[in-house]
């Protein structure tokens, strides 16, 4: 038997919270469903918690999901992320394009990734798709649990595909730099955007359906098809 080595003789094993620490430090975490608030009256307005979460970029769900108030409650939720934004020039940033995001891990930023969890603020004219990119919208989760212009959402009676105003609308997103997203979107219609669109898309917040049957989870062939 060969006798144990003296604590310290070739160094202590590193602990698995060190080790956590050093991945957390040099990976880029981004939590795609959450937003982050100043406040004040905190110690260091709050800023120290989020630093030691390691997250490097949050990404709040803004705009209402109702299509009657949704573009009028976005456009006004943008302004407000962009003024809290240049509040804090220091520990912030908005979020607009890929360089972006090794920008905020490198200057110790907390970046910020816009996003809606439905596409009514765009309403039927592709060309408010323009209008919040200008904005720094970056993100559209295509429906949210019903049907909309785009398709269906998972809890919808009917599980039909994309429109073709769906599909233009992809497309569209796909040249403008923008995160097609389907956490919510039903099950054909996550076939089709994995079909139609010409770059990455993302399952934002959602589950593997064989281990959990909600009815937002996506099954192994559309996770396959991701």
Same mark, same amino acid.
């Given at each position: 038997?060969?006798?144990?080595?003296?604590?310290?003789?070739?160094?202590?094993?590193?602990?698995? *919270?060190?080790?956590?620490?050093?991945?957390?430090?040099?990976?880029?975490? $981004?939590?795609? *469903?959450?937003?982050?608030? /100043?406040? +004040?009256?905190?110690?260091?307005?709050?800023?120290?918690?989020?630093?030691?979460?390691?997250?490097?970029?949050?990404?709040?769900?803004?705009?209402?999901?109702? +299509?009657?108030?949704?573009?009028?409650?976005?456009?006004?939720?943008?302004?407000?992320?962009?003024?809290?934004?240049? @509040?804090?020039?220091?520990?912030?940033?908005?979020? @607009?394009?890929? /360089?972006?995001?090794?920008?905020?891990?490198?200057?110790? =930023?907390?970046?910020?990734?816009?996003?809606?969890?439905?596409?009514?603020?765009?309403?039927?004219?592709?060309?408010?798709?323009?209008?919040?990119?200008?904005?720094? *919208?970056?993100? $559209?989760?295509?429906?949210?649990?019903? @049907?909309?212009?785009?398709?269906?959402?998972?809890?919808? @009676?009917?599980?039909?595909?994309?429109?073709?105003?769906?599909?233009?609308?992809?497309?569209? !997103?796909?040249?403008?730099? !923008?995160?097609?997203?389907?956490?919510?979107?039903?099950?054909?219609?996550?076939?089709?955007?994995?079909?139609?669109s010409g770059k990455p898309i993302v399952y934002s917040h959602t589950n593997c359906k064989a281990l959990?049957?909600? +009815?937002?989870? =996506?099954?192994?062939?559309?996770?396959?098809?991701?």
């Amino acid at each position: 038997m060969i006798p144990a080595a003296p604590s310290g003789f070739l160094g202590d094993p590193p602990s698995s *919270l060190s080790i956590l620490d050093d991945i957390f430090k040099s990976s880029i975490i $981004i939590d795609d *469903l959450s937003g982050f608030d /100043p406040k +004040p009256s905190l110690p260091d307005a709050g800023f120290s918690v989020v630093k030691e979460s390691g997250i490097t970029i949050v990404g709040p769900t803004l705009g209402d999901v109702e +299509p009657e108030t949704a573009f009028h409650t976005t456009v006004e939720e943008l302004g407000k992320t962009a003024e809290l934004i240049s @509040r804090y020039p220091d520990r912030m940033m908005l979020i @607009r394009s890929f /360089p972006d995001i090794a920008k905020a891990k490198q200057e110790n =930023k907390l970046g910020v990734l816009a996003n809606v969890q439905n596409s009514a603020c765009i309403g039927r004219d592709l060309k408010n798709l323009d209008l919040f990119y200008s904005l720094g *919208l970056r993100q $559209i989760q295509l429906t949210f649990n019903w @049907r909309n212009w785009v398709g269906d959402g998972c809890t919808e @009676r009917t599980q039909a595909g994309l429109s073709y105003f769906g599909v233009d609308m992809v497309k569209r !997103m796909n040249e403008l730099g !923008m995160i097609v997203d389907v956490g919510h979107t039903g099950y054909q219609s996550t076939l089709d955007a994995v079909e139609v669109s010409g770059k990455p898309i993302v399952y934002s917040h959602t589950n593997c359906k064989a281990l959990c049957d909600h +009815p937002r989870n =996506k099954t192994d062939e559309q996770i396959k098809a991701l």
